[in-house]
């Protein structure tokens, strides 16, 4: 069982969100477990172009950068920490950007059977808007949210805490399968409300009409 940690602060392992990130990957350690960091600010990351590349030929884009690298890693794992500071109500700039090049992904529910787990730091502590986003962006790629950890800084043990907790909830959910139904429906009602648009764009999109195929969705 494979774990990556997706960290978009600049301070890196310095970092308050780090801090709290890392309780969440100790809370998740254990037997066969096998964890992988990567801090954004050390990849070169391009805003979307919105080519369409990556919908005409799953994962190429036309933009030679290392956001296809980070995403194949998301794709190898069960698991992904997506951890970073609340800049006005949002994730980093880098992360959004990481998110925004992950077209394909949302068309094709590439993240479907993973969990993903949401990790935010603040000096306001006003961060569910970001938890949320997080959240969201969980859903709209296919995967199951396990829940997130927030906190103001600086990080108090209560906190420290619950990020660990978070985490063991996380391996287990990662391990058992967990099926959420409230979660399971909003990803299936997003997937039935695409088809028609992966139909209407067949041509022009073959490889993405045809892994729907494959999968048995259309």
């Known amino acids: 069982m494979k774990i990556l940690l997706i960290s978009a602060s600049p301070h890196?392992?310095?970092?308050?969100?780090?801090?709290?990130?890392?309780?969440?990957?100790?809370?998740?350690?254990?037997?066969?477990?096998?964890?992988?960091?990567?801090h954004l600010c050390d990849f070169r990351i391009s805003f979307c172009?919105?080519?369409?590349?990556?919908?005409?030929?799953?994962l190429h884009c036309s933009v030679a950068d290392d956001a296809p690298k980070i995403m194949k890693k998301m794709l190898e794992v069960e698991g992904i920490i997506l951890a970073s500071p609340n800049y006005i109500n949002q994730v980093t700039g880098l992360m959004k950007t990481l998110f925004d090049r992950a077209a394909h992904f949302i068309h094709c529910?590439?993240?479907?059977?993973?969990?993903?787990?949401g990790v935010v730091s603040s000096g306001s502590g006003y961060?569910?808007?970001?938890?949320g986003y997080i959240n969201f962006f969980a859903h709209t790629c296919g995967a199951q949210y396990s829940g997130g950890v927030s906190s103001r800084v600086p990080v108090s043990k209560e906190k420290l805490k619950e990020a660990y907790e978070l985490g063991r909830k996380f391996a287990l959910d990662i391990k058992e399968k967990k099926a959420y139904p409230d979660q399971v429906g909003v990803i299936?009602?997003?997937?039935?409300?695409?088809?028609?648009?992966?139909?209407?764009?067949?041509?022009?999109?073959?490889?993405?009409?045809?892994?729907?195929?494959?999968?048995?969705?259309?």
Do not use: N
Request: aromatic content about 8%; overall charge positive; hydrophobic content about 30%.
């Open 109 to 117: 529910k590439r993240l479907l059977g993973k969990y993903i787990v």
């Open 127 to 131: 961060d569910q808007d970001v938890l």
């Open 49 to 58: 172009r919105h080519c369409e590349e990556c919908h005409k030929k799953i």
């Open 12 to 38: 890196k392992e310095k970092s308050r969100t780090f801090i709290l990130a890392k309780e969440v990957l100790r809370g998740a350690l254990g037997e066969g477990i096998a964890l992988e960091t990567i």
């Open 188 to 218: 299936e009602k997003r997937r039935h409300d695409f088809k028609e648009v992966i139909k209407a764009r067949k041509e022009g999109r073959e490889e993405e009409y045809r892994y729907w195929q494959d999968k048995g969705w259309l």
